[in-house]
């Protein structure tokens, strides 16, 4: 039911604009003991400098009744105005709603440049800021119990953008930084949605800071990529690595995606494997 609800409402989010022209994308992966996520994404350019691009997702910890009936939802919409050919402003916010002790809201801004056509090797290189706080409400510890009062923190953030392209490579990288929580969460306390960049799976836990990129080489039908991630938990201040390796294929306007993600491979104990499957088209 709330797998139909998500795809309702990106559907009734896109009809308006069915005359622009865009990108639609969904992905979803699965792993073990029955995690399963999907996220949905509609970029839509109205031809006038100005490009939306609603998403939304949702993930479950397990198959087990419980986890069905508390699946996590997130909703977001994201809105940039093309100043230049060249420089690009943004502003989104985020929503997920209360489910299992967890809600929060987020908001930001940003903006994106494009150095030059070409610099170089380099082609269409890039570099953006994006800066934005979310709002953290916590009614229930981690193992499910209720707090004697609920846990409230708001967390201040940046984000650093760059890439560009190299032949047939492309190159896309990313640092997050938490500069601030007004109220440093506790041990027993987490957060239940945590993304990490150019990574499918949902992850839990405060990050204090995030550093990611992927690589990828396109040819005409099939694009292999590789995503690397470090990134450290705020609590316990130790870091985790993901990666994520696949294979795209484009037939006409439409990509077809299989992947794996792995969180932690050089820690057996805390190894986890996901498999990866998405599908874009343009219009």
């Known amino acids: 039911m709330l797998r139909l609800r998500f795809l309702l409402t990106l559907v009734l989010l896109i009809c308006p604009w069915v005359y622009s022209y865009g990108q639609l994308h969904f992905a979803s992966v699965h792993g073990e003991r029955g995690y399963a996520a999907m996220r949905g994404m509609g970029r839509l350019d109205l031809d ?6 609603p998403s939304g997702g949702y993930y479950r910890m397990s198959d087990s009744e419980e986890d069905k009936n508390g699946a996590i939802a997130k909703a977001a919409l994201l809105a940039e105005y093309e100043l230049t050919d060249n420089f690009r402003l943004a502003a989104g916010a985020s929503y997920i709603p209360k489910k299992l002790g967890f809600q929060n809201v987020g ?78 969460p506790p041990h027993d306390i987490t957060s239940s ?3 990490i960049p150019f990574i499918t799976a949902v992850v839990q836990g405060f990050v204090s800071d995030t550093l990611a990129a992927r690589l990828a080489y396109r040819t005409r039908w099939v694009t292999p990529y590789a995503v690397y991630a470090r990134y450290r938990y705020l609590v316990r201040g ?45 219009f």
């Not at 006038?48 to 691009?53: A, V």
């Not at 801004?109 to 709002?135: A, E, N, S």
């Not at 009614?139 to 650093?160: H, M, P, Q, W």
Request: net charge positive; proline share 2%.
């Open 193 to 195: 949605w945590t993304e």
């Open 48 to 53: 006038n400098g100005l490009i939306l691009t």
């Open 107 to 184: 908001y930001g801004i940003g903006g994106r440049y494009t150095l030059c056509y070409r610099c170089g090797i380099f082609k269409y290189p890039y570099i953006g800021v994006r800066v934005g706080q979310v709002r953290y409400r916590v009614d229930s510890d981690i193992r499910g119990a209720a707090l004697e009062s609920r846990f409230k923190t708001v967390s201040t953030g940046a984000s650093v953008l760059a890439g560009g392209e190299m032949g047939r490579f492309l190159l896309q990288t990313q640092y997050d930084k938490v500069i601030k929580y007004n109220n440093k």
């Open 238 to 282: 130790d870091r985790a690595i993901a990666v994520a390796a696949g294979l795209a294929l484009h037939v006409g306007l439409t990509t077809l995606t299989g992947g794996v993600e792995i969180f932690e491979p050089n820690r057996e104990a805390n190894r986890k494997t996901y498999f990866s499957l998405s599908a874009s088209t343009e």
